[in-house]
């Protein structure tokens, strides 16, 4: 093995994380052309072929004391006291390889993820150490784990615009429950849902996947100026203004022909004090235009004057009343 193959440390330590990427039923198109990228690097292959010959030998090291103690010790774990049950797949005995190969490596690090939030009202833009950059929306909160093979960020909930700098060795994987976005290098917009999320393509290209079992998950793939919203029986992508739809990172709430209902549940996520609609016909007005975020007096006033609306401001909690005029709803 010549000098420029030996494999460092760093590369011993992305081929623990790539092998236990790899070594499950359903590894996403481009996860795996970014790890064909990362074996063309000089030593990573050694370095892989390590691992996997390791892991060869997992069945028979698995209950040797010695082996035992590093794979606890590299992955921050008690000493196990009883013997190892056997594992069912293959996916159980690549953990007990990857902690070997990392203690022989000088130690496998599980990094604890970057943490960021917003309040209600509140927008922050993040900048990640891979050059990426990550807008977060009211009521938002993501993790952050970035590590030599992947780029994981975790929507815990609300939404988010991701600007990815391209890195063909890491994917940038963002899970919003039971949805995933796979991207190597292109700008998105997520925001999760109750049952899935709504993932938003603004440039480049992207996997979403719902669901994680290989033979019950869907998986699209988006490209610029697309939308698929995850939730529901049968979701497939649709076209979108994708400036409009990411209008809200730049301050901006735009409506085109939009019911008022719909218009009003889109401000009421950056207020705490919020706007109601009456019930009937009033809600399915139409609504267009470009309106400040948080600016919801200025909205209020506009649907006033466009919709003979009257408004009326409860004295308990100060929740604001869109009504037609003449209907006699007072101060609540």
Same mark, same amino acid.
């Given at each position: ?66 082996? %035992? ?6 992955? /921050? ?36 993820? %970057? ?5 209600? /009202? ?10 990426? $950059? ?6 938002? *909160? #993501? ?38 976005? $796979?991207?190597? /290098? ?16 603004? *440039?480049?290209?992207?996997? #979403? ?13 988006? $490209? ?65 235009? #470009? ?27 100060? $929740? ?13």
């Amino acid at each position: 093995m010549s000098l420029s193959t030996v494999p460092t440390d760093q590369a011993r330590r992305e081929a623990t994380e790539w092998f236990a990427r790899l070594n499950k039923l359903d590894v996403p198109l481009a996860e795996m052309q970014a790890w064909k990228l990362w074996l063309d690097a000089p030593g990573n292959k050694a370095a892989y072929d390590e691992v996997d010959a390791f892991w060869r030998k997992s069945e028979a090291l698995k209950d040797d004391p010695d082996i %035992k103690a590093a794979v606890a010790n590299a992955l /921050g774990r008690a000493t196990p006291t009883a013997p190892a049950a056997k594992p069912r797949r293959r996916g159980l005995t690549a953990a007990v390889a990857m902690g070997v190969v990392a203690a022989i490596a000088g130690g496998y690090v599980l990094w604890a993820p %970057k943490v960021y939030s917003t309040g209600v /009202g509140e927008q922050r833009t993040i900048q990640l150490s891979d050059g990426s $950059t990550v807008v977060l929306d009211t009521d938002s *909160r #993501v993790s952050v784990r970035l590590t030599g093979a992947r780029r994981d960020i975790r929507l815990g909930r609300g939404q988010a615009l991701f600007d990815v700098a391209h890195d063909g060795r890491r994917p940038f994987v963002v899970t919003a429950g039971a949805t995933s976005v $796979t991207a190597l /290098g292109t700008r998105f917009d997520v925001r999760r849902e109750a049952s899935g999320a709504t993932v938003t393509l603004v *440039r480049g290209a992207v996997e #979403v996947r719902q669901g994680s079992a290989a033979d019950t998950s869907q998986v699209w793939r988006l $490209t610029p100026g697309q939308r698929v919203a995850t939730q529901g029986a049968a979701p497939r992508p649709s076209p979108v203004d994708a400036d409009t739809a990411t209008s809200w990172a730049s301050g901006r709430l735009v409506f085109h022909a939009v019911p008022l209902r719909a218009a009003v549940a889109e401000f009421n996520r950056y207020e705490r004090q919020k706007i109601e609609v009456a019930d009937g016909p009033v809600g399915d007005e139409l609504v267009s235009g #470009v309106f400040a975020v948080g600016d919801s007096e200025t909205f209020v006033g506009s649907m006033a004057d466009l919709h003979d609306l009257a408004v009326v401001r409860s004295d308990k909690d100060g $929740t604001i009343r869109l009504t037609r005029a003449g209907d006699g709803d007072g101060a609540r």
